[in-house]
T-cell receptor, first 111, second 113 residues
Framework: QKEVEQDPGPLSVPEGAIVSLNCTYS??????FMWYRQYSRKGPELLMY????GNKEDGRFTAQVDKSSKYISLFIRDSQPSDSATYLC???????????FGDGTTLTVKP | DAGITQSPRHKVTETGTPVTLRCHQT?????MYWYRQDPGHGLRLIHY???????DKGEVSDGYSVSRSKTEDFLLTLESATSSQTSVYFC????????????FGQGTRLTVV
């Protein structure tokens, strides 16, 4: 079993929809939780990271962490065609000094 | 992007040949990482470095070696390339005071024939 499981997708939504992207994890040593966005044939770019349980908002993006359930989500409000990309969740273990990534969810937002 | 340059960007090589990929950063960050990305496997850590001449193995290190003789350069070598090493390779750097691999390079697309 993988330490990080990400909803596989792909997801296709109309412009303006609310998108929910989800990951679960099994390692309690993960302390930081990140979301990356990766456009086709580009490197991943960090969208958001959070340390504690709860919500963190940045514009149209909200990252949610529930450590008790070992579950994280990324919500995208008012989705735009420019949001079409692969989204990767990642969990960082400070003790080990490295991150573990989910396999990614590919999102397409149709105009 | 963010001061990271990977070279080459694309390479086709033959089975059994050695290949070296280079990651160069201009940010003077301490931590550097090499990942490979394959369909169905996400990003998998190959090797990482936490300082000059300080390196450690990741989860898929077999067949790979690394070197870091200067802060700005992290080299990944495929000692004898195999078809299973056909992949997209990403370098990443982490801010010394931060907690995440904040910046990735553009990737190197390697094909082993």
């Amino acid at each position: 079993q993988k330490e990080v499981e990400q909803d596989p997708g792909p997801l296709s939504v109309p412009e303006g929809a609310i998108v929910s992207l989800n990951c679960t994890y099994s390692n309690s040593a993960f302390q930081y939780f990140m979301w990356y966005r990766q456009y086709s044939r580009k490197g991943p770019e960090l969208l958001m990271y959070t340390y504690s349980s709860g919500n963190k908002e940045d514009g149209r993006f909200t990252a949610q962490v529930d450590k008790s359930s070992k579950y994280i989500s990324l919500f995208i409000r008012d989705s735009q065609p420019s949001d079409s990309a692969t989204y990767l969740c990642a969990m960082y273990n400070t003790n080990a000094g490295k991150s573990t990534f989910g396999d990614g969810t590919t999102l397409t937002v149709k105009p | 992007d963010a001061g990271i340059t990977q070279s080459p960007r694309h390479k086709v090589t033959e089975t059994g040949t050695p290949v070296t990929l280079r990651c160069h950063q201009t940010e003077n960050h301490r931590y550097m990482y090499w990942y490979r990305q394959d369909p169905g496997h996400g990003l998998r850590l190959i090797h990482y470095s936490y300082g000059v001449k300080d390196t450690d193995k990741g989860e898929v290190s077999d067949g790979y070696s690394v070197s870091r003789s200067k802060t700005e350069d992290f080299l990944l070598t495929l000692e004898s390339a195999t078809s299973s090493q056909t992949s997209v390779y990403f370098c990443a750097i982490r801010e010394s005071q931060g907690r995440t691999e904040a910046f990735f390079g553009q990737g190197t697309r390697l094909t082993v024939v």
